[in-house]
């Protein structure tokens, strides 16, 4: 074989081998595999300003595959319909109150066409005092003071699992802020092994809610406890960062912390928000799968839940 003959050669096999890798790269999505849809909030990573994230910024993995993304639009005009709940510890410290101004502030500052809900955690269960609503002015109307003593409340976490399972699915966006010391009286503390937020954390990816929180002090001993405000702000901290939310915190203990920059950092996070669909790898049985988001941009972080619920593939 001369070498122009081999050179010839070896030039159709390189074009062979790069239409084969983009064929690879660029095949339709699985035809039997059906779209999953999350939110996921854009965060600068530096300042105030969030770039722009187009749709081929955007990537989803399972361990080491990529899925296919579909779509993804931003949260806003005809895609902006959200439901928001804050559900609020009827154990908390009275002293809450102080804030009640900062989170009518919250409420009447949201979009006419986001339903506000109120619920207070009492004995394990989400006591709705006003269902979800356009009218805001109904939403503020129903905040009250807590009832103020231990006991008021079983966990936290049942509480949420209580609002999501009674919650109807539909096309907007879900999202919850809990304000309470995330101390799960149920379980106690020392780990993080705790069945029932892991419960919570299940019910929440499954139905797509973001949870959010506002550390807020217990009455009595739990309130300056050291020992149990640490573990109920971790609860929290895994709680917020599995779902997808967002976790704001005093530090240990003290009195209720200012929520007028937290809210404030709650709304621009709200605003910043997109819908993602993207195709799952095939699954045979329905479950909870973990996923990944990344972006090549070097000034945003995609924040979104670390699981997401997967149908099992028709066959």
């Known amino acids: 074989m001369n070498n122009k003959y081999a050179f010839h050669i070896m030039i159709a096999l390189a074009a062979l081998i790069a239409l084969s890798t983009i064929s690879i790269a660029q095949q339709p999505a699985n035809p039997?595999?059906?779209?999953?849809?999350?939110?996921?909030?854009?965060?600068?990573?530096?300042?105030?300003?969030?770039?722009?994230?187009?749709?081929?910024?955007v990537m989803v993995y399972e361990g080491k595959d990529r899925d296919q993304v579909t779509d993804w639009l931003p949260a806003q005009g005809d895609h902006a319909a959200l439901e928001f709940f804050i559900l609020i510890d009827d154990s908390a410290n009275t002293a809450l109150a102080t804030q009640f101004e900062d989170i009518k502030k919250f409420i009447a500052g949201q979009p006419p066409s986001t339903r506000i809900g109120i619920g207070y955690m009492q004995n394990g269960m989400a006591q709705i005092a006003q269902n979800l609503t356009n009218d805001h002015d109904a939403a503020i109307k129903a905040i009250r003071l807590p009832l103020g003593y231990y006991g008021a409340n079983a966990s936290p976490y049942f509480s949420l699992s209580d609002l999501i399972k009674r919650w109807p699915q539909d096309s907007a966006r879900h999202e919850v802020l809990m304000i309470t010391n995330g101390f799960d009286p149920y379980y106690g503390t020392g780990d993080m092994l705790d069945p029932y937020l892991d419960a919570a954390i299940e019910d929440s990816q499954r139905a797509g809610v973001l949870v959010s929180a506002i550390y807020a002090p217990s009455v009595g001993h739990i309130g300056h406890s050291y020992w149990l405000n640490y573990w109920g702000q971790m609860y929290l901290s895994k709680l917020?960062?599995?779902?997808?939310?967002?976790?704001?915190?005093l530090g240990f203990v003290g009195p209720s912390p200012d929520f007028s920059p937290y809210l404030k950092d709650l709304t621009n996070r709200l605003n910043h928000q997109y819908w993602l669909a993207f195709v799952p790898k095939p699954q045979k049985k329905a479950g909870m799968q973990s996923i990944k988001l990344k972006t090549e941009l070097h000034d945003v972080d995609l924040v979104g839940a670390s699981r997401v619920y997967v149908p099992a593939t028709p066959q």
Not at 35 to 53: F, Y
Not at 243 to 248: F, I, L, V
Request: zero cysteines.
């Open 32 to 57: 039997n595999s059906s779209a999953v849809h999350m939110v996921v909030t854009v965060e600068p990573r530096h300042g105030t300003e969030t770039p722009v994230v187009n749709r081929e910024d």
């Open 240 to 249: 917020t960062e599995e779902t997808g939310g967002e976790g704001y915190y």
